[in-house]
């Protein structure tokens, strides 16, 4: 059974940073694309970035050069640095993997989320 457990979510202020992290459990980040995805209350969800088995990786056109998706495949996790943050990157950040679709990313199975609030 594959469990995948966020942390690193929280409140910042507008231009601050945050990384994310996902503990993946019984799935080989390695071997498989793998990502995050947000939602805020009232939006539809967003592909934020995804990175696949041999390291490539893809941005949403909104994060591009804010954000970074990683992998330590030693610790079998995932991360995403996010850097200069908006108002408008508040939102539900989730863990995701089984990518279909890579542009723009799109999941097929997640874990539960952690909050990211940016006020201005």
């Known amino acids: 059974q594959v469990q995948l457990v966020e942390s690193g979510g929280g409140s910042v202020q507008a231009g601050g940073s945050l990384r994310l992290s996902c503990a993946a459990s019984?799935?080989?980040?390695?071997?498989?694309?793998m990502g995050w995805f947000r939602q805020a209350p009232g939006k539809e969800r967003e592909g934020v970035a995804a990175?696949?088995?041999?390291?490539?990786?893809i941005y949403a056109d909104s994060v591009k050069g804010r954000f970074t998706i990683s992998k330590d495949n030693a610790k079998n996790t995932l991360y995403l640095q996010m850097n200069s943050l908006k108002p408008e990157d508040t939102a539900m950040y989730y863990c995701a993997y089984r990518c279909s679709s890579w542009s723009p990313p799109k999941f097929r199975y997640w874990g539960q989320g952690t909050q990211v609030t940016v006020s201005s």
């Open positions: 990175i696949d088995s041999v390291g490539s990786t």
């Open positions: 019984g799935y080989t980040v390695s071997s498989y694309c």
